[in-house]
Structure formats: C-alpha cells, structure tokens
C-alpha cells in the first residue's frame, strides 16, 4: 500500500515556519508581510476561499485586506483598485480571486498587477520567468506540488513524470517545475492518445483535469508517485451533505500500485494556502 502524502499536516509545518519568519519580522520591526485579497461579486465558493485565506493569514501573524467588490463594476474601477494596492506600502501581496463575473477580462486584471506584488503567479512577467528558470513567484498550486515531493525527500531528478491536464494555472506551470527538477515530462490533454500506456509508463503522475475518478487505479506504474490535484463533488447519499470530495483518481486502487499518494481531500489543497503565505513572506523579503 502507498504512503499517504499528507498535505494537511505538512500545510500545517509550513505555516508554522512562515509564523516564525513574520514574528521575527514583527519582533525587529513592526512591520509584518501584507496580503489584499479582491473578490469581486459574490461567488459562493469564492467566499469560502477569501475566508479562508483570511483566516490562515491570521494564524500566521500576517496582515490581510479583503477588498470585496461589486459584481457589476466596470473593468476600469476594478483597474482603479488594482493600483490602488500596487501603491499601497502595507501591502506586499495582491490576490485577484478567480472566476470574475464574465464583462471582466480577467487576464487585462491580472497583467494589472505589479509583478513584484503578484503572489498568485499569473503576471505574464513571472509566468515567463518561471518558463526561463529565473527566481519568480510561483503559482500556489504547482509550487505546492513541488514542495510534497521535496518535503518526502522524494526524487524527481531523471524521472519520468505526466501531467494529465495543461491549464495555465496548474498543468502547465508544474510540468515546467518538474522540469527544472530535472524530470522528463509529458503534458496530457483532451487530444492526447494512448493516455493509459502514458500513465502506466510514468513514474510521477500528477492529475489536474476535475473530472472524478478519470485515472483509472490499473493505470497507475507499480511504484509511481501519485499527485491528485482534482477536487471533484459525487453524489453520496450516506454523507450528511450529500456529497463527497474525490480525486482525479481511482484513489483505492491506486493507493495499491502507487508508492506515494496525495488524498483528496487533505493532499494538495491545504498546501495551496500555505504556498500562498509562503509566496507573500517572500514578496515582503524581496523588498
């Protein structure tokens, strides 16, 4: 059976450490990392995620600002805000919560923010250095990915790795992380063939598509290190919800083949959050 890659409880080690950093910080001179959080309208889920985040800036002794904004502003205002915060001193972090209502263009929003300032990633200045090998923010998601393998000393370099789903803001920006490992990596899709063979020839799988249970546990190379990135709702009538969280994957079965595996939920998603503070820790040091 598969070590269980635990993201909750190494989420919970980082934010510790962060912690530390800011009260040192705090301690010598009072001034502390901050993060802005814009959230447009009133998404739902968005504002579970800005909660959250909030809340884990919080623990760490990090300052947070929400700026919540109205679902019909016009592009320009929400431009006006933007550089509002990239003028703002107390603020080392802007986080533009995604989706926006559908008048915005959210990729004119995101190139609004100052590079220096972008700890989602998504700047086109950072996602280029980031594809050069230069020293940038990375996104959340694909840096936590990273960060699991390294913290349970587990190699990438000379490996073979697929990463099943090519999405700007995990798919690509991982596949380019494991390649700066070192890995050997193969980026699946909608169009790809033969994703079965891929997988079973992989050493280090990463899925990232939403779809529930896609990757079938008989896929999975005896041994391969599995990365489950989906966080996909099923029906489950013995659940008080009504539902549960699944993988990307055949978690049962895999678990069987795989050496290593991130669960869903309590795999990647906790370490998003905690890449999040890491990434604005970084942006106030880099000042």
Same mark, same amino acid.
Not at 21 to 35: I, Q, T
Not at 74 to 91: A, F, G, S, V, Y
Not at 110 to 132: M, Q, R
């Given at each position: 059976?598969?070590?269980?890659?635990?993201?909750?409880? $190494?989420?919970?080690?980082?934010?510790?450490?962060?912690?530390?950093?800011?009260?040192?910080?705090?301690?010598?001179?009072?001034?502390?990392?901050? #993060?802005?959080?814009?959230?447009?309208?009133?998404?739902?889920?968005?504002?579970?995620?800005?909660?959250?985040?909030?809340?884990?800036?919080?623990?760490?002794? +990090?300052?947070?600002?929400?700026?919540?904004?109205?679902?019909? @502003? /016009?592009?320009?205002?929400?431009?006006?805000?933007?550089?509002?915060?990239?003028?703002?001193?107390?603020?080392? %972090? +802007? #986080?533009?919560?995604?989706?926006?209502?559908?008048? $915005?263009?959210?990729?004119?929003?995101?190139?609004?923010?100052?590079?220096?300032?972008?700890?989602?990633?998504?700047?086109?200045?950072?996602?280029?250095?980031?594809?050069?090998?230069?020293?940038?923010?990375?996104?959340? /998601?694909?840096?936590?990915?990273?960060?699991?393998?390294?913290?349970?000393?587990?190699?990438?370099?000379?490996?073979?790795?697929?990463?099943?789903?090519?999405?700007? +803001?995990?798919?690509?920006?991982?596949?380019?992380?494991?390649?700066?490992?070192?890995?050997?990596?193969? @980026?699946?899709?909608?169009?790809?063939?033969?994703?079965?063979?891929?997988?079973?020839?992989?050493? +280090?799988?990463?899925?990232?598509?939403?779809?529930?249970?896609?990757?079938? %546990?008989?896929?999975?190379?005896?041994?391969?290190?599995?990365?489950?990135?989906?966080?996909?709702?099923?029906?489950?009538?013995?659940?008080?919800?009504?539902?549960? $969280?699944?993988?990307?994957?055949?978690?049962?079965?895999?678990?069987?083949?795989?050496?290593? @595996?991130?669960?869903?939920?309590?795999?990647?998603?906790? !370490?998003? @959050?905690? !890449?999040? #503070?890491?990434?604005?820790?970084?942006?106030?040091?880099?000042?």
């Amino acid at each position: 059976m598969a070590i269980i890659l635990d993201g909750k409880k $190494l989420s919970e080690t980082i934010n510790s450490e962060i912690a530390e950093e800011v009260k040192k910080l705090a301690d010598s001179s009072k001034d502390v990392p901050g #993060l802005a959080v814009i959230i447009v309208g009133d998404n739902p889920a968005s504002k579970v995620y800005v909660a959250s985040k909030k809340k884990a800036c919080a623990k760490a002794g +990090i300052f947070s600002l929400e700026v919540a904004l109205d679902k019909n @502003i /016009t592009q320009e205002k929400l431009i006006e805000e933007i550089q509002k915060l990239n003028n703002d001193d107390r603020i080392n %972090g +802007i #986080l533009l919560q995604l989706p926006l209502p559908k008048h $915005l263009d959210e990729h004119v929003a995101l190139e609004a923010i100052s590079p220096e300032k972008d700890v989602d990633g998504f700047h086109p200045t950072n996602v280029g250095k980031l594809y050069i090998g230069l020293d940038t923010f990375v996104p959340c /998601t694909p840096k936590g990915v990273i960060e699991i393998l390294k913290r349970y000393n587990i190699s990438i370099s000379g490996k073979n790795a697929v990463v099943v789903g090519r999405s700007n +803001i995990v798919g690509k920006p991982v596949a380019a992380l494991l390649m700066k490992e070192n890995a050997t990596v193969t @980026i699946a899709h909608s169009k790809t063939q033969n994703l079965p063979d891929l997988v079973k020839n992989s050493d +280090i799988v990463v899925s990232a598509i939403g779809k529930p249970y896609f990757i079938k %546990g008989d896929w999975i190379k005896e041994g391969a290190v599995v990365i489950d990135v989906g966080i996909n709702s099923v029906d489950d009538p013995s659940s008080p919800k009504g539902y549960k $969280l699944v993988g990307d994957v055949e978690f049962e079965e895999a678990s069987k083949r795989a050496s290593y @595996i991130t669960p869903v939920p309590g795999g990647v998603g906790p !370490m998003t @959050i905690a !890449m999040l #503070l890491s990434n604005t820790l970084k942006a106030k040091l880099r000042k």
